[in-house]
């Protein structure tokens, strides 16, 4: 009797352990709000994201991307900028949305999904928990694309694909409907959250591009609303940005 | 002279920062800074940037309209600014960056409030609260 009901017990046990440990009490909780890392100096230096790696695009598509950031640097000395998505309020998507200058981004983790809402332009992006990737084909694609998550002992791993192409990468740099972006979320002390990004593409890229942000905590803080319905800035008929001015 | 030099450095960090902003500064001189005083004809707490809109009277009373771009809400609050700060009819004196193309536009620097409290234009701009 006692040896069955041992058997029975030791069975459950092992039946249920792996899902208990796969959201178990170690799992991290990022929910809360992440501004970028300023600690860069002092006994948190450590926590600095380390350097980017080297962006190498293939040589077909090297050579336009060079000429746009020369033509860029070159309106930038005559003290103009050349239009931009931003400028023109569209959405930032994946993965530029995780750091827009000094904005924070929102993170909701639930045993089933990471909400993670940026501050700047309002935009979200839904990580689902456990649940299989789809081929790249299969999703529309848009800003956002789809990203599906697990948790790798400490680290949340972000799986995204479908981020259609007018939608720029790292450093305005182009990619096809076959990148795909892997992030790895890391609590590096309590308060100090570390995003690696890579970015993968077989049609543009020589080989992955990868860069980590650094965020920290902000303890309290609650988001601002950011509807962009007040943009002044419009492109000129040279291409350039400029603000509107009221008469009166 | 400090607080010039502080506002200067601020600058280039935020320039340094802003890769992903909204749009960069270039259309404005940043070399320059124009002290005006007149009267708030509106406070736009808005996104992507807030605006005071205000009319400036110059020595022989003719009154020239200026629109006066600042941070957004979420940067100005870092700085002490409220959507309350500033309302039609509040006299005001700011300082700001002309835009380059000589338009009566320009972006902030400093505002004096109607209390005498001076704000600047978000983190490291400025006066701090």
């Known amino acids: 009797m006692d040896l069955k009901k041992i058997f029975y017990a030791t069975l459950a046990l092992a039946t249920l352990l792996p899902f208990a440990w796969a959201q178990s009490a170690k799992t991290p909780d990022l929910t809360g709000v992440w501004g970028p890392f300023k600690g860069g100096k002092g006994p948190n230096a450590k926590f600095a994201a380390p350097p980017a790696g080297q962006l190498v695009l293939k040589p077909e598509y090297a050579k336009p991307y060079e000429a746009r950031r020369a033509q860029e640097a070159e309106a930038n000395q005559r003290g103009e900028q050349l239009a931009s998505s931003g400028a023109q309020c569209v ?10 200058a000094v904005y924070p981004v ?54 995204t694909i479908g981020i259609k192409t007018s939608v720029n990468g790292y450093r305005g740099m182009p990619h096809s409907e076959q990148m795909r972006v892997t992030e790895r979320m890391k609590l590096v002390a309590p308060d100090i959250l ?28 609650e988001m601002v609303e950011f509807v962009c319905d007040n943009n002044r800035e419009f492109i000129d008929e040279k291409g350039v940005v400029r603000m509107k001015v009221k008469d009166k | 002279m400090k607080p010039r ?94 835009l380059k193309d000589g338009r009566a536009g320009g972006f902030l620097n400093t505002a004096t409030l109607p209390s005498g409290k001076v704000l600047g234009n978000g983190p490291g701009r400025g006066p701090q609260k």
């Not at chain 2, 506002?7 to 909204?22: D, P, R």
């Not at chain 2, 070399?31 to 940037?49: A, D, Y």
Request: hydrophobic share 40%; glycine share 4%.
């Open chain 1, 91 to 100: 959405p930032y998507g994946v993965p530029t949305m995780m750091s827009v």
């Open chain 1, 194 to 221: 570390h995003d690696q990004i890579t970015i993968d593409d077989p049609v543009v890229l020589e080989k992955p591009m990868v860069y980590t942000l650094a965020y920290q905590r902000l303890k309290d803080y």
């Open chain 1, 106 to 159: 929102e993170i909701v983790q639930t045993p089933k999904q990471v909400t993670i809402v940026s501050e700047a332009f309002s935009e979200v992006r839904r990580v689902y928990l456990d649940r299989p990737q789809l081929p790249i084909e299969d999703v529309p694609p848009g800003y956002y694309g789809r990203s599906v998550g697990h948790w790798d002992v400490d680290t949340l791993v972000i799986d």
């Open chain 2, 5 to 98: 030099l502080l506002n200067v450095l601020a600058l280039a960090m935020l320039l340094a920062i802003s890769a992903q902003a909204h749009h960069s500064f270039t259309m404005f001189d940043t070399t320059k800074m124009v002290t005006m005083t007149g009267t708030v004809t509106s406070f736009e707490w808005t996104n992507p940037h807030s605006y005071i809109e205000i009319d400036v009277p110059d020595e022989a009373g003719a009154v020239k309209h200026w629109s006066i771009e600042m941070g957004s809400p979420s940067i100005l609050q870092q700085s002490g600014w409220k959507f309350s700060s500033l309302k039609k009819g509040d006299k005001t004196t700011l300082v700001i960056n002309p």
